[in-house]
């Protein structure tokens, strides 16, 4: 197996992504696709397409077979990869690429199937492949004693959620256990491209900064620019995902889905850039 060297942890890479978003005078773009959707290698150009479109972080959603947060469209395409034979090692191989190309990854994935291929294992192989962390949306820090001291000795980051449902002392809690950044779900649901970005977010960033210096990357529903723009006015990455996979899912062909799913990063990176600026 074919390591990736890196002179830094994925923490310190994600340290450095954010004060370099920030240096720069905005929010950090953060693009989430499903592994393996359509197939293995499909999915890699999809994604290094992304990086070259503009996002500063990509998210490799780990397929699983039975998702609660993920919408249908997500849902639709994970389905699609576990069925043409994804299996978890694949991940590494895609964090791998993606590194390779010049963009940074951090896996985004249910927790059983880190708990069923060993946690230790899992953190170790993404930190060879040059992962930056793990996001978990079903594992709260209350559980998570073997699975936060994995990534600690890999020096990747363990990432959670919280949510506009979270109290000060819940959120004070998640926020003491995680690293790189902290993921705030805008909505309370599953994923998936809405009309208007939620207006609980504002709020849930603010309590969140109440409680912690992490950046703070807000999800769930951003599809365009503008709502790109709107919430990096206030959030340190905007997080977006189904649009993305609605552009390839789209396309034509698989020239045109990598054209699409670039444009689509070009135009979110966009609305980032010009959030502080107006």
Known sequence: MTETTTTTSGVDRLDEMFAGAKE?????????FPAGYPTVDASVDLMTAMVDGGCDLIEV???????VLDGPVIQEAAQTALEQGYRVK???????KITEA????VVMTYFNPVLAYGPERFAAELAAAGGCGVITPDLIVDEAGP???AAESAGIAPIFLVAPSSSPERIALTTARTRGFVYAASVMGVTGTRDQVSSAAPELVARTRQQTDLPIGVGLGVRTGAQAAEIGKYADAVIVGSAFVQAARNAAGAADATDAVREVARGLAAGVASARSE
Do not use: N
């Open 24 to 32: 720069e005078g905005r929010a950090a773009l953060v693009g989430y």
């Open 61 to 67: 959603g780990l397929p699983f077979s039975d998702p």
């Open 90 to 96: 694949d991940t590494f191989d895609i964090v791998r």
């Open 102 to 105: 010049g963009g940074r990854a």
């Open 147 to 149: 699975w936060l001291a």
